[in-house]
């Protein structure tokens, strides 16, 4: 996993900085149950499809959406310095693979196993549809918020926590009374009660030892100011060389328009 900047060091760190960061890896489905694209049924780590449907107009003709969806499930970036769990909610995404075929139905009943310009015109049907993947164990860049959860970096609400222990208690009395109860009335006084919150101080702060000793979970998530979120299928090289010839284009048309206005104020003043 390459870290480009504000993160020194591995993701293996607990240390390692917290915020705005591009990482550059393989991506791998997590443990549980796969992800899986609805057209094709073909496993992935992110999905995004839609379904269209040409609708022919008395004064024009066009494609109509029908069915839509995007995948929002985790899933990791690993190498040999540690794992970086991806939530791609809010990501803009470059996919490695893109597949468009037609059908004759909303639900499509064959998939091909190749699209080509020439096998998409050629297809036939009133319906078009759209599947893009991010597949695993392929080279995927990512640039996005990097935050590490859970262990050392675990802010504690200990009060919160004793609250929550003590209403679980409560909700079973005769356990509560029959822990608590030191002279046998069948009630709980305040002195018992004091007790009881000394107790379950003592396990909160125990259970949060214990948590804090636990390694934390690195993850990569949309930022909460104006940062990009990227998920692409193209290196940061790549990526970098595209946004230039962008530029370069954008430029050339600035000029271009230029020379358009000036040779029109110039016809009309001559």
Not at 31 to 59: H, M, Q
Not at 177 to 185: A, G, I, L, P
Not at 230 to 257: C, I, M, N, P
């Amino acid at each position: 996993m390459s870290f480009l900047f504000d993160l020194p060091g591995s993701v293996a760190q607990a240390s390692a900085a917290q915020g705005f960061v591009e990482l550059e890896s393989s991506g791998e489905l997590m443990k549980g149950d796969p992800i899986v694209s609805p057209l094709t049924g073909a496993e992935c780590i992110w999905y995004r499809f839609k379904v269209e449907e040409y609708v022919r107009g008395s004064r024009n003709n066009r494609w109509r959406t029908v069915n839509k969806g995007i995948s929002e499930a985790l899933f990791m970036l690993r190498d040999a310095t540690g794992i970086c769990v991806i939530d791609p909610e809010g990501a803009s995404v470059t996919p490695h693979q893109k597949r468009v075929w037609y059908g004759s139905s909303s639900i499509p009943s064959t998939v091909p196993q190749h699209t080509s310009i020439w096998s998409v015109h050629l297809g036939g049907g009133n319906y078009r549809y759209t599947e893009e993947r991010l597949l695993p164990q392929f080279p995927l860049y990512a640039m996005g918020l990097f935050r590490t959860v859970g262990g050392a970096n675990e802010s504690f609400n200990a009060r919160q926590e004793v609250r929550e222990l003590l209403a679980s208690w409560k909700a079973d009395h005769p356990e509560l009374v029959k822990r608590f109860d030191r002279n046998d009335d069948g009630q709980i006084d305040m002195d018992e009660w004091e007790r009881a919150r000394g107790i379950a101080l003592a396990e909160v702060r125990e259970r949060q030892r214990e948590r804090a000793r636990q390694p934390g979970i690195h993850t990569l998530s949309k930022p909460t100011d104006n940062h990009p979120f990227l998920l692409s299928a193209k290196s940061q090289q790549e990526l970098t060389s595209r946004f230039r010839w962008y530029s370069v284009g954008g430029l050339a048309l600035f000029f271009l328009a230029g020379s358009g206005v000036v040779w029109a104020l110039t016809l009309r003043l001559v």
